[in-house]
Structure formats: C-alpha cells, structure tokens
C-alpha cells in the first residue's frame, strides 16, 4: 500500500519546466528568476573578513565581477563559494539570478536560492561596450491626479 501511495505521489509531481535564458542586455531592474550564460571578464575582491578565532563563524568573501555576453555585460556580486567559480575568462550558467541595486545602479546576483555552475566556454565575446552597471536609475513617484 505504501510503495502504491509513494508511485502516485511521484507520478502527481509537475515535470520541472525547461530553463529560458535571457540575454545580458533584457535585465531590469527589481527582476529576478533569470537564467543567462556568461563569460566573466574580470574579478575584484571587495570584501575578505573572517573570524580565526571561531570555527562556526565562516569567512565572509565578496568579490564584484565583471561578467557578459555578446549583448552587453553587467557587474555580478560574488559572495563565499561563488568567489572561487568565478574566474577571469571562465563561461558559468547563473541559475535563479537577480537584479540588486546598489547606489542607484543594477548589481546581478544569486542568493542562497540561485545556483553559479561552471560550463564549458562559450564562443561568443562579451560586449564591454554595453555595460548595464554604468546606467544610474532613479526612482521616480508617479502621483495619480
């Protein structure tokens, strides 16, 4: 009885939706759920802290890359692990990313939700000239008369 319950169970479960990946060039801002393939072109670390004394606390790693494809290219936060996938020249799939703001400025990001996978590289070349993190955005209110 109980295999016949855990069969149906599996047979009810929607099939997981093909993943639809979005070019550099169609991010917003406040959008979330993209998928992309890019090339990273550079990599900054921002922020290293750690605790030695404390084995529990981990260390902290923030790291801001320039990443991109043939459509333009966007600056992406890197935190702990990501730091390390995301080497200059090195081709990754962002899975669930999305669109921080940072002093009026578009940051692309993947949170504990998200995933950063390393693929084989990509025959495209990053477009530095369409870099979406230089356009400043303000947020205007629209009062309704």
Known sequence: MATAAKQQAQEAKPAK????????????PGTG???????VVNATTVLQKGRAA???????RIAECLV??????????ARNEQ????????????RNAKIDMFKGCMRLAVDKWGRVEVTEPADFVVNESNNLSLIEYELVNVSEE
């Open 33 to 39: 759920g993209h998928t992309l393939v890019v090339k």
């Open 54 to 60: 404390s084995a529990h606390l981990r260390q902290t």
């Open 83 to 94: 730091v390390d996938l995301l080497t200059p020249g090195a081709t990754v799939i962002l």
């Open 68 to 77: 991109g494809d043939e459509t333009a290219s966007i600056v992406f936060t």
């Open 17 to 28: 939706r093909k993943p639809v990946f979005t070019k550099v060039d169609q991010l917003r």
